[in-house]
């Protein structure tokens, strides 16, 4: 087997040789401990009929580990300094295709479709660019791909939030948002000494595990994500204040969403953050019908 990119020898060893300076701005924060990228590639739960799509492969560390599980891995790199390096460093694996592109641009059904047509079980990878982990993920839920999961380095504060439950303080629009599709998990908490150079803050890995159908029967996905905002959109307001506040024409329907909540025995005074994923559909599925 070849010598693992993923120590700090090797790291450095490789950005000398081809002078590379880490960008902030693209979140590079490269992985050089391989016991833990090993666990990451654990939780995936591989087998060698998987096809990966990993995002950011930066000079391959996680790249490398997938290769050696998987049936294929596809990764998208947004700097084109890193396609050079990843040639080099990649090239004992036949089974990874890099692809040059920001992820949150790329059609992943079309490359999906292209690249992995035989493989029975998709499963995202990464260590994510911290500055747009939300809109990834995001990104991968909405555009219904046919994937089995999720297992992804992040802030453990944005881990946090994506795993909380009703009732607590990281409690919010993200959880239900990530909840509703999947579910979602932390798997490990991570010491900022594993990257190279260190983040500033914590981070985390999680495993979202794609629901075969969404959480709760919604009958307007759009309207549902809306209701879930505005009841959101100030933490320490009511549900009632909230709703009217930010619905459409919410001040002159306060009787309506006054009525619908009585209905559905939810006290006008509970705060946003108290709803379960179920009360928020019911909430919003009543409300579409009254306000049609
Ligand atoms: N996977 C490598 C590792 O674990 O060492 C690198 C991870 S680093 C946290 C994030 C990587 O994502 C970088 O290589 C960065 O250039 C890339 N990246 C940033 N924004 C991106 C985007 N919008 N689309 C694709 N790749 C992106």
């Known amino acids: 087997m070849t010598k693992d990119i993923a120590t700090p020898g090797r ?36 087998s060698n009929d998987t096809g990966v799509i990993e995002i950011g492969p930066g000079i391959g560390a996680l790249t490398e580990q997938l290769a050696r599980r998987a049936k294929k891995v596809v990764a998208f790199e947004i700097d084109q300094r890193l396609l050079p390096i990843l040639a080099d460093t990649l090239s004992p694996y036949a089974n990874v295709r890099i692809i040059h592109q920001d992820v949150l641009k790329a059609d992943i059904q079309r490359v999906i479709d292209k690249e992995l047509p035989e493989v029975s079980d998709i499963m995202v990878v990464a260590n994510l660019p911290y500055y747009v982990t939300t809109p990834i993920i995001m990104k991968l839920l909405e555009d219904h791909l046919p994937i089995r999961g999720i297992v992804v380095m992040l802030q453990k504060e944005v881990a946090d939030r994506i795993s909380a439950q009703p009732g607590t303080k990281d409690y919010g629009s993200l959880s239900i948002a990530i909840q509703y599709y999947t579910e979602a998990e932390t798997v490990m908490t991570v010491p900022r000494t594993v990257f190279m150079p260190q983040p500033n803050v914590d981070s985390a890995v999680i495993r979202l595990t794609k629901r075969e159908k969404p959480a709760a029967d919604v009958v307007d996905e759009s309207f549902f994500f809306q209701v879930v905002r505005a009841s959101f959109s100030q933490r320490r307001k009511t549900i009632l204040n909230n709703l009217t506040s930010q619905l459409p024409n919410g001040k002159q329907r306060k009787e309506t969403i006054e009525r619908v909540l009585a209905e559905l025995q939810l006290d006008p005074r509970r705060r946003g953050e108290t709803l379960t994923l179920a009360e928020f559909a019911a909430l919003s599925n009543r409300l579409m019908d009254v306000f049609n």
Do not use: C, H, M, P
């Open 11 to 46: 790291t450095r060893e490789i950005l000398e040789k081809y002078g590379f300076s880490f960008k902030k701005s693209l979140g590079q924060n490269f992985l050089i401990d391989t016991n833990i990228l090993r666990r990451i590639v654990d939780f995936a739960e591989l």
